[in-house]
């Protein structure tokens, strides 16, 4: 259990049994997120990089969203071009990164990031997390506007 979790003058700071001390530069807001520490971290507020600490104040993973870069514990700098969009989960740690190959990159601290391709002729358009739900908009070969939703457990795209 995470308590007492402050972010202040680029120090973000939490207890969970003992004292925890982390320091990321331009951080302005932390959060817990399943046990995760979520980090954000930008100029006047706009988000530009997103950092996860376990709660044990082990470095996890960050994206870059200037430099479209990667990191996480288990592998080194990933450079991921041709991003839309990137939407960090809610119920969950990690990140969602839409390119433009038609491609969902889901990636989650400890684990092997997995990637999903749009169904044949589909195109995805952009995406967004609604009632803890990732929703990607999508247009069919007809132009036709048609809506997905992530399914974690068989990791597939399902219509909605």
């Known amino acids: 259990m995470i308590y007492n979790l402050r972010c202040s003058n680029d120090t973000i700071t939490w207890d969970n049994g003992e004292e925890h001390k982390v320091s990321l530069e331009?951080?302005?807001?932390?959060?817990?997120?399943n046990g995760y520490i979520q980090v954000c971290c930008g100029k006047n507020y706009?988000?530009?990089?997103?950092?996860?600490?376990?709660?044990?104040?082990r470095f996890k993973m960050s994206y870059d969203f200037d430099t479209k870069t990667l990191k996480s514990e288990t592998m080194n700098t990933t450079k991921v071009d041709n991003v839309l969009s990137v939407v960090p989960l809610n119920k969950e740690?990690?990140?969602?990164?839409?390119?433009d190959y038609n491609t969902l990159v889901m990636?989650?601290?400890?684990?092997?990031?997995?990637?999903?391709?749009?169904?044949?002729?589909?195109?995805?358009?952009?995406?967004d997390i609604e009632d803890?739900?990732?929703?990607?908009?999508?247009?069919d070969m007809f132009d036709k506007k048609?809506?997905?939703?992530?399914?974690?457990?068989?990791?597939?795209?399902?219509?909605?």
Request: glycine letters at 6%; charged letters at 25%.
């Open 146 to 160: 048609v809506v997905y939703k992530y399914n974690p457990e068989t990791h597939k795209l399902e219509e909605i």
């Open 46 to 57: 706009n988000i530009s990089r997103v950092a996860y600490f376990s709660e044990d104040g």
């Open 93 to 99: 740690p990690g990140l969602i990164i839409l390119t």
């Open 107 to 127: 990636c989650l601290p400890g684990r092997r990031s997995v990637e999903l391709s749009a169904p044949y002729g589909i195109t995805m358009i952009m995406m």
């Open 26 to 33: 331009e951080a302005f807001m932390a959060l817990e997120v």
């Open 132 to 139: 803890d739900t990732v929703k990607v908009v999508c247009k």
